[in-house]
């Protein structure tokens, strides 16, 4: 029986029921791969969607969800897995020949000035893709990785392996009175989650998803929890997440949680708390989000004392077209290599044209005079 293969361009398009069910039936498949998180980001975000989905006698069975995403400061553009989110194809059934048919399709969305296809995954599961898509001309590469975190055993046993300083910090909260808070999802809750979670990519210069695109997520809120910690019977701060049941996962999303709220250790009693709450609804995996893989980085440090341990997310990029491919990683390779040379000089630059600029003004001034 042949099988077919379309490209939609809004999720809209299809059928959510049958959507999920590949998703659902599939080994690879994740939260972020279901319909209403796609909605989210293709109404939330200026991500433009450029999904494939395979079908056999009219039934979907595979699925590849890409957005339209910009290349920095660059004229280019990629077309890349579920952002935010990992991604890449999925099939309940037939599956190479499904898989193949959507990796044929990639290059006729690469028009116009789209430079290649990015496929970001979670973990390893995606690696028993690694052969086929080197076969269609991927490379892979390592960017950051996951911190997860094994929560199907008792609470006591997860919070032994943690660091002394992070025990130390969930016992410093418990001599507050405080009560957690199941949110619930609304409009309304999200967009008041989302000024504080403003704030704080503010403070650590991260990107800011578009308030658009949590007020689009209460329309996927059978996915999310959204834990609140209360003192005094005020708010201290909030955390997000997303429930995989896909993968048996607990994924922290967002933070709400400013400096204001750093004294009453709110970050470490909700994550105590949604890590109880996930082990007792039978999740394996509680998963701290990504960061760079450098010990030395803050972040990494503060998953890592939770005893979560880093898992590197795989990655697959493949050029779109042969001409322009070539000399784009270069440059790209270049600005990762020296940028920071790069930036400094530009700095200097910039400081030595404006001494140019400060000594005309002086001359001229004297002139004047």
């Not at 967009?191 to 650590?204: G, P, T, Y």
């Not at 997000?240 to 750093?262: G, N, Q």
Request: aromatic content about 14%.
């Amino acid at each position: 029986m042949s099988l077919d293969v379309v490209a939609v361009d809004t999720i809209e398009s299809v059928n959510s029921n049958q959507w999920n069910q590949v998703v659902e039936q599939s080994d690879l498949g994740s939260v972020y791969h279901r319909y209403g998180w796609l909605r989210a980001v293709e109404f939330g975000t200026p991500y433009e969607p450029r999904h494939l989905l395979v079908s056999k006698k009219g039934n979907p069975i595979a699925i590849f969800p890409n957005f339209v995403v910009e290349s920095g400061t660059t004229p280019f553009r990629h077309l890349t897995s579920s952002k935010p989110g990992p991604g890449g194809p999925v099939a309940m059934t037939d599956e190479e020949e499904a898989v193949q048919l959507l990796l044929d399709a990639v290059p006729r969305l690469c028009e116009g000035t789209i430079i290649s296809n990015q496929i970001q995954t979670s973990g390893n599961a995606y690696s028993r893709y690694h052969g086929i898509f080197e076969e269609n001309g991927y490379d892979q590469r390592l960017v950051y990785g996951d911190f997860t975190l094994d929560i199907a055993r008792d609470w006591d046993d997860v919070r032994d392996d943690m660091h002394s300083s992070r025990r130390r910090a969930i016992r410093r909260g418990h001599d507050n009175e405080f009560e957690i808070v199941d949110e619930e999802i609304t409009t309304e809750t999200m967009a008041e989650f989302f000024e504080d979670f403003s704030s704080v990519m503010d403070r650590v210069e991260g990107y800011k998803r578009p308030r658009r695109f949590f007020l689009e997520l209460a329309n996927f809120a059978d996915r999310l929890k959204l834990f609140t910690v209360r003192i005094d019977g005020e708010q201290r701060g909030s955390l997000l997440f997303t429930l995989d049941d896909e993968r048996s996962t607990l994924h922290y999303e967002s933070s709400a949680v400013t400096e204001a709220h750093f004294e009453y250790n709110a970050s470490e009693l909700i994550h105590e708390h949604a890590i109880k709450w996930g082990s007792e609804q039978g999740y394996d995996t509680y998963n701290f989000g990504g960061t760079d893989l450098d010990f030395r980085n803050g972040v990494f440090r503060f998953k890592e004392k939770f005893g979560a341990r880093p898992v590197p997310a795989l990655a697959w990029e493949r050029g779109c077209s042969p001409f322009a491919w070539p000399a784009y990683k270069f440059a790209r390779r270049l600005y990762r290599e020296y940028g920071d040379s790069v930036r400094e000089y530009g700095d200097s630059v910039r400081e030595y044209g404006d001494s140019v600029r400060e000594y005309g003004d002086s001359v001229r001034e004297y002139v004047e005079s």
